[in-house]
């Protein structure tokens, strides 16, 4: 079975200052990793993917994130927050041997990023 | 705008009812996906089909169904509703090939059982 951890409920960042969202997941094969926000009442927005190659991945508004397959984790990054990037953040991975097909995700619980001006 | 929509956009309705969702994937995107969100349980998949066909399952109940129609727009069918059930439901959708996989989320139903 596939899971993943955020062990960050809540991550409070000053504007301009860099911020990480951590994640670690856990799959039987090799991964692939995704990096979703959620604004509230929206559905989720996709922000990046690892799926093979260089481990840091680059995505929308600004941020990135590192594959660090020996550690298990897909950290989230920023170089500079903005008050506009507060909101719910969720890794999200799925076994590349899961099947034929994209299955399903499985996602952390969430954390929620709070920038401050 | 992520190009999934879903109707209705909120539900409240009685315990012991049956609700249909529905939602329509990005256009030429042959995957559907449901997912439900609830604050004990998270972000949970419960289905997926691929081209009306269902692909895999997830946590998904007895008392939930889904179809995809030969148009692509899928229902998720909701029988004999329990109070537990209230929740957002997400259907979401993706072209499956090669360094692909990310799925494109609709805005959500958010159904009330009273």
């Known amino acids: 079975a596939q899971s993943v951890a955020q062990p960050e409920d809540q991550v409070n960042v000053a504007e301009g200052n860099p911020l990480t969202v951590k994640c670690t997941y856990s799959?039987?094969?090799?991964?692939?990793l995704f990096w979703y926000v959620q604004y509230p009442n929206r559905g989720l927005q996709f922000l990046l993917k690892?799926?093979?190659?260089?481990?840091l991945v680059k995505g929308s508004y600004g941020f990135e994130a590192e594959f660090n397959k020996s550690q298990t984790s897909f950290h989230l990054k920023k170089p500079s927050a903005l008050v506009s990037d507060s909101a719910l953040y969720f890794c999200?991975?799925?076994?590349?041997?899961?099947?034929?097909?994209?299955?399903?995700?499985?996602f952390g619980k969430g954390t929620h990023l709070i920038i401050q001006p | 705008d992520s190009g999934v929509t879903q109707t209705p956009k909120h539900l409240i309705t009685a315990t012991g009812q049956r609700v249909t969702l529905r939602c329509s994937p990005r256009?030429?995107?042959?995957?559907v996906y449901w997912y439900q969100q609830s604050l004990d349980q998270g972000l949970q998949f419960l289905i997926q089909?691929?081209?009306?066909?269902?692909?895999a399952k997830g946590n998904i109940l007895e008392r939930f169904s889904a179809q995809q129609f030969p148009d692509l727009h899928s229902e998720l069918n909701l029988s004999s509703l329990e109070l537990g059930d209230s929740a957002l439901y997400f259907c979401?959708?993706?072209?499956?090939?090669?360094?692909?996989?990310?799925?494109?989320f609709g805005p959500g139903t958010r159904l009330t059982v009273t």
């Open positions: 979401a959708s993706s072209v499956e090939g090669l360094d692909s996989y990310e799925q494109y």
């Open positions: 799959v039987s094969g090799n991964p692939y």
């Open positions: 690892y799926i093979t190659g260089d481990n």
């Open positions: 999200a991975v799925r076994d590349m041997y899961s099947g034929g097909g994209a299955d399903g995700l499985t």
């Open positions: 256009s030429g995107d042959l995957s």
């Open positions: 089909y691929y081209n009306g066909e269902e692909r």
